[in-house]
């Protein structure tokens, strides 16, 4: 089954969680969520320039993308981020930044 997409919604964070299986974004325009399955989190989060980075990247008050999945007006399929630092590396478990 293809999926489909809804619009993408510019946003806010107001709040990140994790609830019932959950990671959950408070945000100006509502609340949305990704499901939570066997420790990951199915979702994406991926800079402007295509370059997918963890969760840990998002902090409140950030500005952000959301890509929802069309059968739902909650589900996040993606997370569109404008990231503060330049990744060097992806060979490391390491996060470097200049």
Do not use: H, Q, R
Not at 77 to 92: A, L, R
């Amino acid at each position: 089954m293809e999926k489909k997409y809804k619009n993408i919604i510019s946003t806010c964070i107001k709040n990140i969680k994790i609830e019932d299986n959950k990671f959950i974004l408070e945000t100006k325009d509502g609340e949305f969520y990704a499901p939570i399955i066997k420790g990951s989190v199915l979702c994406n989060i991926e800079t402007f320039e295509k370059k997918i980075v963890p969760i840990s990247y998002l902090e409140n008050n950030d500005l952000i993308k959301i890509k929802l999945i069309e059968e739902s007006n909650s589900i996040i399929e993606k997370i569109y981020i404008n990231t503060k630092y330049d990744i060097i590396t992806d060979s490391s478990s390491e996060d470097y930044i200049s």
